[in-house]
């Protein structure tokens, strides 16, 4: 380009890049570095570029650190150049080092941590800013945040009535709002333009999504300081659907580098409301000018969603959101409440005829990880769960129970608890009352002197039946609230609002079940700090995610009935706490899922809940084969263990029956049954059985295998003993190629796969053969932590065949896939047509109860009966016998079996279209419901997607659903959920799968 060598000396290459008003290119330089040429439309002004280059060089100087563009000086020295171009006209030009990175707007995820790292970065930046000044910053600009309320007389341009009052809302805010208060606000130069095709974002493989720097400096001006963290704000809510989170991630980094003022933050809803709301007047204004400019509208649709998201946010709470975010008390009252509140406390008796204090009460857990409720949601049906409470009240001979405040809670099951059609999004838990379950018609005093605020007698939106509000002020003049509900709407006629009541007045009466929509009688009690304007719709119960901004607008309303707090039963501990601990007292190298590791508190079907009582889909635990906490299962160890828990040295019906069971579902000759606690043991007892009858000690076992944890199954797990902290092979170990068709030494398409892969068994038995040793051949039959490995057709029928010709012995570990998961057959080995000499079970055999077993033949029972007693403790007591007979029962009378070949066929399918879309899917295999998902970045070259995985199922945890990495290069996706699955969770997952395939950092090409 004929400019760039001339005025800067650069021979480069040149691209025109879009812009509004100058002329910009992107420069590639011989020397290979990039720069943006800038030529200035012929009106700009001189000061206009000269603040630019100022400004840059300023932060370039004071915030080094800050990637941002540099002015790269011309040939002679100068920040830019006036000169005359091409077309004969006078143009201002510069040149400016060019920013590598994705456009906020194209990047996908915008998680919480950069969006609290673009924060950080305006934070900083503005920080540096504080000592800029130039002329040119003083300056008549649209964006100017103080000058927001143009938009007044462009009103008219939004066609649609609800929009425009919906800006005139805004407008009217800004207006009664910021105006006001503009004085207080700090004012300095901004960039005032970090919306989201400015901000740049660069990623690598592995590592986390960074901002790489701003671009365009065209609106820097004088101005409200806090605007700049606004319009950020105002963009990265763009699209998003919890957009106070979002804005608050931002705060909460601009906060960190920058420290706000109260007054800011407090004005921080209006301005970003009025800066989308500029932004959609300005859209519809130009869009009046130029019809068919896309140009001008480019983010208006998703501005006006994020407008009306904004809208529907309580203007205090949002503030009270933000405060918190920036570490600041939420509530600046809070403190002086909470204290008045301890002060206060009333007498025992105070609210009620019971001395809570006492022990005449009861505390229940009614938490999301009660043993009271159990896993099973029909416990929270109202009837049920008045039953529970009022049997556990019986039970306990107390007068009162009371429920807890701040517990996370499964039984809210109203719409406005959770609306959504996705069972994995968040729901509202968090209890933010305290209840007092006693006898209807109890009379109810006022622990403290108020007035009656607010009285509703029935049907009112947040389920609490009748209630009343009263208000409450502290010595020093602070308002607050205390809220009663489900109470008698009889007694609440004689009240009226405004009606001053005494301490210790008798001002209403529990109501009865009927008046309380079925719940057990009982006062749901609430302080409450602000009542945001929502009248007795006021919320009860909190998303977690926004748990602490709650619990300081309603504080816990034990401050003021001082139950002593030793009577609490152990609340649910939250995941931080558990995982220090569990790092103290238990082995480093016990293993922990997720970038964020989950604490799981209860279970039900194919849902798992953490302690909040957020659901996630389990797409990969095969243990709970029947489904979490199924009532069969629990009712059979329930009903058994409380009656009797032996072991096999007595005679019991139950393990005969079950080895009647579970032999009836084996072919013959596999008729003889040993039950032991974990695969592990069952497969040290299998090895043992195959050595007693071969006299030799050798194994053949396949490349990354895993069998158990003992020390013979480590030694004959090449995935154990070659990986970290392995030892060497011993020499009594052979290790067989695994048929792989996919990534092995044969490939799919080849012929015969199976018989070749099979050779290399056949020629270690054979060379065991010649030297008068007998091998034991232990397999998976589906290999599962090689890669959910599908065998080839004839592979074990010919690896079994080659074995037994050499005098040695089948033993297949059926650990991971039996019981019907594969939807064509009830056993991995049938799929492969063959009948082992020995076939072990564990995992899936008792639904997560620790049972396992060993089944063979006569012939192997008899060799292995050599006069040494076999016996294990726990192996086949009645318990778990009774457990493995529900399991079958269960599997047989819900058809699972049908199920899992049903919906694996469907799911299935549903991946293979997601693999025409998402090269990044190499091979998808498997049968029934044991499925693999090869991640590769290229599907030529299979080479693994090992980084793009692990961020797979990280970001599937944090969409709700629970899966795994298997094989070698820890790059498949295991997918091998409860029978139970169904066609709607198989939906749920391809649909989550798919829009985080398309996320950046999911790329193949990272
Ligand atoms: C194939 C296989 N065999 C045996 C075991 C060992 O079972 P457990 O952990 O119950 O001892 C496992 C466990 O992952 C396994 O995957």
Not at 585 to 607: C, D, E, H, M, T
């Amino acid at each position: 380009m004929e400019i760039a060598r001339r005025l800067f000396a650069i021979g480069a290459s040149a691209h025109s890049l879009p812009g509004e008003y100058d002329d910009n290119f992107h420069l590639r330089a011989t020397t290979g570095s990039e720069f943006v040429l800038k030529i200035m439309h012929p009106d700009r002004d001189r000061g206009f570029v000269e603040m630019q280059c100022a400004v840059l060089q300023h932060l370039a100087k004071n915030a080094p650190e800050l990637p941002l563009p540099r002015v790269v000086p011309s040939a002679d020295g100068q920040a830019f150049v006036e000169t005359k171009i091409e077309d004969g006209s006078k143009r201002l030009i510069w040149l400016l080092t060019f920013l590598r990175g994705k456009t906020l707007a194209e990047f996908r995820p915008h998680s919480a941590e950069l969006l609290e790292e673009l924060g950080r970065f305006l934070g900083r930046m503005d920080r540096a800013l504080e000592s800029f000044t130039h002329p040119a910053a003083h300056r008549e600009l649209k964006w100017d945040a103080a000058r927001s309320a143009w938009i007044r007389d462009y009103l008219q341009r939004v066609s649609e009535l609800p929009r425009r009052m919906l800006v005139q809302r805004f407008l009217g805010l800004f207006e009664t709002e910021v105006v006001p208060g503009l004085s207080l606000l700090r004012k300095s130069v901004i960039y005032g333009d970090a919306n989201d095709y400015n901000v740049l974002v660069t990623y690598g493989p592995g590592s986390a999504p960074r901002i790489a720097g701003v671009i365009d400096f065209g609106d820097t001006h004088y101005g409200i300081t806090v605007s700049e963290l606004a319009t950020a704000a105002a963009y990265a809510i763009l699209g998003e659907k919890d957009v106070l989170a979002v804005a608050a991630s931002v705060v909460t980094g601009y906060h960190r580098e920058f420290p706000l003022t109260g007054e800011e933050i407090a004005l921080l809803y209006a301005l970003i409301g009025m800066r989308l709301a500029v932004s959609v007047v300005n859209s519809a204004h130009r869009k009046s000018l130029k019809p068919e400019d896309a140009y001008v509208t480019v983010s208006e649709a998703p501005a006006w969603e994020a407008l009306e998201r904004w809208a529907k946010l309580f203007p205090r709470f949002t503030n009270y959101t933000f405060r918190a975010a920036c570490g600041l008390v939420p509530i600046a009252k809070a403190a002086a409440v909470e204290s008045y509140l301890k002060k206060s406390a009333a007498s025992p008796s105070s609210i009620c005829e019971y001395d809570l204090r006492s022990e005449n009460s009861v505390v229940l857990d009614l938490g999301v990880g009660s043993t009271l409720l159990g896993g099973d949601p029909s416990s929270a049906e109202t009837a049920n769960l008045s039953s529970a409470i009022s049997g556990a009240l019986k039970e306990s001979g107390a007068r009162v129970a009371i429920g807890r405040y701040d517990e996370a809670r499964l039984v809210y099951s109203a719409p406005q608890f959770g609306t959504s059609k996705n069972p994995t999004d968040e729901r509202r838990t968090i209890h933010l009352g305290i209840d007092l379950f006693v006898e209807p018609g109890t009379p109810l005093r006022a622990p403290l002197a108020g007035v009656a605020h607010i009285l509703a007698n029935n049907g009112i939106p947040q389920d609490y039946g009748p209630l009343v509000v009263l208000r409450h002020a502290t010595e020093d003049g602070e308002e607050f609230f205390t809220l009663y509900g489900h109470l008698a709407s009889a007694a609440l006629q004689k009240l009226h609002v405004g009606q001053a009541i005494a301490q210790g007045e008798v001002f209403a009466h529990v109501g009865d079940v009927h008046e309380n929509g079925g719940w057990a009688p009982h006062l749901h009690f609430q302080v409450i700090l602000d009542m945001l304007d929502r009248g007795a719709d006021f919320p009860g119960v909190a998303r977690a995610s926004e748990r602490s901004v709650w619990k300081t607008l309603s504080p816990d309303p034990n401050l003021l009935l001082q139950i002593p707090e030793t009577r609490f039963p152990t609340a649910a501990q939250n995941a931080e706490r558990l995982l220090a601990a569990r790092k103290n007292l238990l082995g480093g190298n016990l293993s922990v899922s997720y970038a964020k590791p989950l604490n799981i508190v209860r279970g039900w079907k194919q849902f798992l809940y953490d302690e909040t009582g957020r659901a996630y889909l389990d797409v990969y635990n095969n243990v709970p084969l029947v489904g979490h906490s199924h009532p069969r299962v629990v009712r059979a160890a329930q009903g058994q263990l409380s009656l009797l828990n032996t072991n096999t040295r007595y005679l019991h019906e139950n393990v005969v029956r079950y080895a009647e069971r579970l032999t009836e579902l084996l072919p013959a000759p596999l008729r003889v049954c040993y039950f032991v606690n974990s695969g592990s043991e069952a497969n040290e007892l299998a090895i043992r059985m195959a050595r007693a009858t071969t006299g030799c000690d050798d194994v053949i076992v396949l490349e990354h295998a895993y069998h158990g944890h003992t020390n013979t199954l480590i030694d004959v797990s090449p995935y154990k003993f070659d990986g970290p902290g392995g030892r060497a092979q011993k020499p009594w170990v052979h290790v067989a190629p695994i048929a792989d068709d996919y990534r092995g030494l044969y490939l799919r398409g080849e012929e015969n796969l199976g018989a070749r892969y099979a050779a290399h068994v056949g020629e270690i038995a054979e060379k065991l053969r010649k030297e008068n040793r007998r091998a034991t051949f232990l397999a998976e039959t589906l290999p599962s932590v090689a890669g959910q490995i599908v065998f080839p057709e004839k592979y074990l029928a010919e690896a079994y065949r080659h074995v037994r010709a050499a005098g040695g012995v089948c033993i297949a570990d059926e650990v991971q896939v039996g019981f019907g998961r594969l939807g064509t057959h009830f056993w991995g080995f049938e799929t492969q047509g063959v009948v082992p000499d020995i076939a072990v079970f564990g995992k899936p055999i008792g639904n997560a109860f620790p049972l396992a077993a060993v089944v063979t033949t006569r012939e192997i029972a008899d060799a292995f009966s050599n006069g040494m007693e076999f016996f294990s403790t726990f192996g086949g007591n009645p318990v778990a016998c009774a457990v493995g007979l529900a399991v079958l029962d269960v599997v047989r009378d819900e058809n699972l079996k049908q199920n899992a070949k049903k919906v694996g066929d469907y799911w299935l399918a549903g991946l293979a279209e997601l693999r025409k879309r998402h090269e990044i899917l190499g091979d998808i295999r498997g049968s029934g419901l044991f499925l693999g998902l090869d991640l590769v970045r290229n599907r030529d070259t299979r080479e693994p997607a090992t980084p793009q995985a692990s961020y797979v199922v990280n970001r599937l945890r944090e969409c709700g659903i629970l899966a795994g990495t298997d094989g070698p290069h820890h790059n498949v996706i295991k997918l091998r959920p409860p029978l139970i699955f169904a066609e709607s969770d198989a939906d749920l997952f391809v649909q989550t799968l798919d829009s985080i395939l398309m996320e950046d950092p999911a790329q193949p090409d990272r």
